[in-house]
C-alpha cells in the first residue's frame, strides 16, 4: 500500500485525462498563469542564476554528508524535548503516527500539506483506524471533500473551477448551501467549516520543507496561514519528512527562502514562513514527533547520476512549463509526484523494475523547460533519458526489441541490408499510393496517423555507386537516388 504506485501504465491514464476539455481548459490557465508570473519574479533578480548554482551546491552539499547531518538533527531535536522515529518504509511511518494518535485516543487530526503523508497514503490508514485526518489547506480540503486526489504539488485542485468547487462546498461543508462562486465566499466557508476543528483539535500532522541539523529546527512554508494554526494550537505535533531536507545549518536556508517562493507561487517572500525547535513549555504544543521517512531514498543517493533529484524543494516550478503534464494533468502520472519531477522521482523511489512507474519516463518531450524553471537545477532532461534506459534492461522482450534487434542483423554485413533493401521494395507494392505510403499496417500504423513515408527508390544508393564505378550509366541521371526521408 503506498501512494507511489502508478494505478496503470502512463499512456493509458493520460488518456483518459486529456479527453477531458474543462480539465485541460483549468490546467492551461492555471500554469499559463503561474508561469508568467515566476518569470516577472525571477527577472526582478539580477543574481537568478547565481541564487540557483548556490541552492545547487547547499543541497549537494547535504547529500554527500547525509548520514551525519541526519545523525546530529536527531540529537538537537532530542536535546529541545522532541522524539524521533526513523521510518524504513511507508509503513512504518503509518504505524509510528497511528500509534501516536491512538495513545492520545484522538478520534479526529488536523494536517498542514504534506506530500510525504500523501506519499505514505496515511489518511487511508488513519480511517482504517477510526481516526479521521483533516484537510487544512484548501485546496487539499477541496481534494477530500470530493474523494479526488491531488493533480499538483502547490496547488492540489488545479483541475478544478470555482462553478465546481461552489457545488461541493454547498454539497458538503455543514452549514452551508446557498454559496455562490465568489472565491473570497468560498474561502470564507472554508474559514468557518476549519476554524472549529483548529480549536477543538488535540492533534495535528505536518510535512517538512527543511530542517536544519545543528539546531533541531524544522521549517514549514505556505500560502494560507492554517499550517500556522495547525503547528501552534494542537497539544501534539507529528511531523514527517524525507531523509533528504536536511540542511546543515541556519545559514543554509536564507537561498531557499529566496528561490522557492519565487519558483512556487511567484512571490517575493512567502506569507507564512513557520519555524520551531523541539518543544517549549507552555507554548505551543507540549509533544513533538518527528518521523524521518526514508522509503527509497537511499536507493536513489546510491545511484551517482540519479542523485541529483533529491535536491527537488518541491516548488512545482517544473510541472507549470511542462507541455505534457499541462495536456495531460497531474492524475495521468498514477502518482502524489506528478510532472517532470515526478517521472524521474517516482520510478526512482519504486525501483526501475516496476512496470508502470519506469513508463514514467516516457512522458516527456525533452524539451529542457523543466531545467531552467528548475530552482536547484536538477537536471530533469538528462535523468529522464538515464532512467529511460535503466527500463530498457528491466523490460522483457518487446515487439520493439525484436525489431531493433532485426535492424542490428540486417545491417551488421553489407549483403544482408542490401538483401533487406530489395525486399522492401518489394514488399512495399501494395501501401504504396500516388508516390506515397499513407498507412502501415499493425504496430507501424502509428507513423502514418500524422504524416506520409517515401517509398523505397527503384535504385538504391549502393547499386548507383556500384554501377557507377562499372562505367554504366544508370537510367534515370547521373545523380545518386534520393535518401529515403
Known amino acids: 500500500m503506498s501512494g507511489l504506485h502508478p494505478a496503470q501504465p502512463f499512456p493509458e491514464a493520460a488518456r483518459e485525462q486529456v479527453n477531458q476539455p474543462q480539465l485541460r481548459a483549468n490546467l492551461r490557465k492555471v500554469t499559463h498563469t503561474i508561469r508568467e508570473k515566476r518569470l516577472r519574479a525571477t527577472q526582478e533578480l539580477p543574481h537568478w542564476e547565481e541564487l540557483r548554482q548556490l541552492g545547487e551546491a547547499t543541497k549537494d552539499a547535504s547529500l554527500a554528508?547525509?548520514?551525519?547531518?541526519?545523525?546530529?538533527?536527531?540529537?538537537?531535536?532530542?536535546?529541545?524535548?522532541?522524539?524521533?522515529?526513523?521510518?524504513?518504509?511507508?509503513a512504518e511511518a503509518r504505524e509510528i503516527v497511528t500509534r501516536i494518535a491512538l495513545a492520545h485516543q484522538v478520534q479526529e487530526l488536523i494536517k498542514v500539506k504534506s506530500i510525504t503523508s500523501d506519499e505514505i497514503e496515511l489518511n487511508k490508514a488513519l480511517d482504517a483506524h477510526g481516526v479521521h485526518a483533516i484537510e487544512t489547506d484548501l485546496a487539499e480540503l477541496i481534494v477530500q471533500l470530493s474523494n479526488d486526489t491531488p493533480s499538483h504539488i502547490l496547488?492540489?485542485?488545479?483541475?478544478?473551477?470555482?462553478?465546481?468547487?461552489?457545488?461541493l462546498f454547498n454539497a458538503e461543508l455543514p452549514g452551508e448551501g446557498h454559496l455562490s462562486d465568489d472565491p473570497a465566499e468560498l474561502a470564507g466557508a472554508a474559514r468557518r467549516y476549519l476554524r472549529h476543528k483548529f480549536l477543538t483539535t488535540k492533534?495535528?500532522?505536518?510535512?517538512?520543507?527543511?530542517?536544519?541539523?545543528?539546531?533541531?529546527?524544522?521549517?514549514?512554508?505556505e500560502s494560507e496561514g492554517n499550517g500556522r494554526m495547525c503547528?501552534?494550537?494542537?497539544?501534539?505535533?507529528v511531523s514527517i519528512m524525507g531523509i533528504e531536507k536536511v540542511l546543515d545549518r541556519f545559514e543554509d536556508i536564507s537561498v531557499f527562502m529566496e528561490l522557492l517562493p519565487r519558483s512556487s507561487t511567484a512571490e517575493r517572500m512567502n506569507p507564512y514562513t513557520s519555524f520551531w525547535s523541539g518543544v517549549t513549555p507552555g507554548d505551543g504544543p507540549q509533544e513533538f514527533h518527528l518521523i524521518l521517512l526514508d522509503n527509497g531514498r537511499t536507493d536513489v543517493l546510491a545511484d551517482d547520476?540519479?542523485?541529483?533529484?533529491?535536491?527537488?524543494?518541491?516548488?512545482?516550478?517544473?510541472?507549470?512549463?511542462?507541455?505534457?503534464?499541462e495536456r495531460a494533468g497531474?492524475?495521468?502520472?498514477?502518482?502524489?509526484?506528478?510532472?517532470?519531477?515526478?517521472?524521474?522521482?517516482t520510478p526512482q523511489l519504486l525501483g526501475m523494475h516496476d512496470q508502470n512507474a519506469n513508463t514514467l519516463p516516457g512522458a516527456s518531450s525533452l524539451c529542457g523547460a523543466c531545467f531552467d524553471a528548475c530552482p536547484v537545477r536538477i537536471n530533469i532532461p538528462q535523468v529522464l533519458i538515464y532512467l529511460r534506459g535503466?527500463?530498457?534492461?528491466?523490460?522483457?522482450?518487446?515487439?520493439?526489441?525484436?525489431a531493433m534487434h532485426g535492424m542490428r542483423l540486417a545491417m551488421s554485413e553489407g549483403w544482408r541490408f542490401e538483401g533487406a533493401v530489395r525486399l522492401a521494395r518489394f514488399g512495399q507494392g501494395?501501401?504504396?499510393?500516388?508516390?506515397?505510403?499513407?498507412?502501415?499496417?499493425?504496430?507501424?500504423?502509428?507513423?502514418?496517423?500524422?504524416?506520409?513515408?517515401?517509398?523505397f527508390p527503384p535504385q538504391s544508393f549502393r547499386e548507383w555507386w556500384r554501377q557507377r564505378g562499372q562505367g554504366q550509366t544508370p537510367e534515370v541521371d547521373a545523380a545518386p537516388p534520393q535518401a529515403v526521408q
Open 305 to 325: 547520476f540519479g542523485r541529483q533529484t533529491l535536491r527537488c524543494i518541491r516548488c512545482s516550478a517544473c510541472l507549470n512549463v511542462c507541455p505534457v503534464y
Open 65 to 90: 554528508d547525509l548520514s551525519n547531518r541526519l545523525l546530529t538533527l536527531e540529537a538537537s531535536v532530542k536535546a529541545r524535548g522532541g522524539q524521533v522515529h526513523w521510518a524504513r518504509d511507508a
Open 390 to 402: 535503466e527500463a530498457a534492461q528491466h523490460k522483457g522482450p518487446t515487439l520493439e526489441a525484436l
Open 203 to 221: 492533534m495535528a500532522v505536518s510535512g517538512g520543507n527543511f530542517a536544519i541539523a545543528k539546531t533541531g529546527t524544522v521549517c514549514v512554508v
Open 330 to 345: 497531474g492524475h495521468a502520472y498514477g502518482s502524489v509526484y506528478p510532472g517532470p519531477i515526478g517521472a524521474i522521482l
Open 231 to 237: 503547528l501552534t494550537l494542537p497539544e501534539v505535533l
Open 155 to 167: 496547488v492540489p485542485a488545479i483541475h478544478r473551477n470555482r462553478a465546481e468547487i461552489q457545488a
Open 430 to 455: 501494395p501501401l504504396v499510393h500516388n508516390g506515397k505510403i499513407t498507412a502501415l499496417p499493425g504496430l507501424l500504423g502509428g507513423w502514418t496517423q500524422s504524416r506520409d513515408l517515401n517509398p
